[in-house]
């Protein structure tokens, strides 16, 4: 088992040291750093810290080196974007500091994703994702995607005030294992019900997973309509995504 003194960048030491308390996640943590060469914890440290033009210049640097893009994106973006997840959840963060990291492995991302797509690796699933109608906030559904797409997983956004008509005709046209649904307004969550009954009575229900979240949403109200999951936050709609796909979290 790795130790914290294992982790050669000093940022990363002090990010976990500081902010990661649980100690299953703390051991997680250390050992996916431990096993990382220096050049993927620096990049790790720029994205916590939210500089992108940082990550985006050691991110081509790295490959240009000839550095695997798997590796890049496991060992330096997702797992610098696992330090933010969980300084979120725990409040040590909040949105904007959240927004810029985002943007930083955004700026990563760029260069990772045309050479996994040429490299034909398949994505985990495919998600279709959007605000349900009548609801304008995205901010969290955003961060899920930027979540489920360091994860692996091809997303589709449909954005925001999203109709049933629009999910179906979206799961419809595009071969999607999943679908995702965010509201933040109490007078817009009944949404998310009625469109799970549109697609039972376009025999469509099992054509695809159901998740959902949200502020107001709770497990007992998705529970109600019928949904196949809820999750918290980004990172555990990450984590609901590959348990519905039958993937083991990592
Ligand atoms: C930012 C904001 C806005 C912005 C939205 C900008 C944007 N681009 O999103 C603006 C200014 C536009 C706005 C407008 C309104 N807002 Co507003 N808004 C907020 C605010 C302050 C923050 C929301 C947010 O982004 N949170 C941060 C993100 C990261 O958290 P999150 O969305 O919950 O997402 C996380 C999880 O829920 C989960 N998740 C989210 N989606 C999904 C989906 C899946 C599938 C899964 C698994 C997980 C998941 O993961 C995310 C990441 O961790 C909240 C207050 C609050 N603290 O929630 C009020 C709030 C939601 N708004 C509110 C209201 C009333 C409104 C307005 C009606 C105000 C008005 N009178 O016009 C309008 C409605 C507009 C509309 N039709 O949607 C109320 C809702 C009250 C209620 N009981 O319904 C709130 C709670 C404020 C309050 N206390 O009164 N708002």
């Known amino acids: 088992m790795a130790e914290l003194k294992d982790i050669s960048n000093e940022f990363v030491r002090q990010e976990i040291d500081e ?18 060469r220096p050049k993927m914890q620096t ?4 994205l916590i ?8 210049q050691l991110t081509r640097e790295s490959l240009d080196e000839g550095i695997e893009a798997l590796e890049v994106m496991d060992d330096g973006l997702i797992a610098g974007m696992a330090i933010v997840g969980i300084k979120f959840r ?4 909040f949105v904007p500091e959240v927004l810029a990291c985002a943007r930083a492995m955004k700026a990563g991302m760029a260069h990772i994703e045309p ?13 279709v994702m959007g605000t349900v109608k009548g609801d304008l906030h995205d901010i969290g ?9 360091g994860a692996g997983f091809e997303v589709i956004d449909l954005g925001v005030d999203i109709s049933s008509d629009k999910f179906i005709q979206a799961v419809e046209e595009n071969e999607v294992n999943l679908m995702g649904m965010s509201a933040l307004l109490t007078t817009t969550m ?15 229900r099992d054509q695809v997973k159901i998740m959902v979240g949200g502020a107001p949403v709770t497990q007992e109200f998705a529970d109600e309509m019928g949904a196949d999951g809820y999750g918290k936050d980004a990172m555990a709609c990450v984590a609901l995504a590959k348990r519905l796909m039958g993937v083991e979290a990592r």
């Open 49 to 56: 810290d939210g500089d992108n033009d940082l990550v985006n």
């Open 190 to 204: 009944p949404n998310m019900g009625k469109t799970i009954e549109a697609f039972i009575d376009a025999d469509l």
């Open 141 to 149: 559904k955003n961060l899920c995607i930027m979540m489920l797409r």
């Open 19 to 36: 902010f990661i308390e649980r100690p299953n996640e703390r051991e997680r943590i250390i050992n996916l750093f431990a096993k990382a």
């Open 90 to 93: 725990q409040n040590f963060i």
């Open 115 to 127: 050479i996994l797509s040429a490299a034909g690796i398949k994505p985990i699933g495919k998600v």
């Open 43 to 46: 990049i790790a440290a720029a």
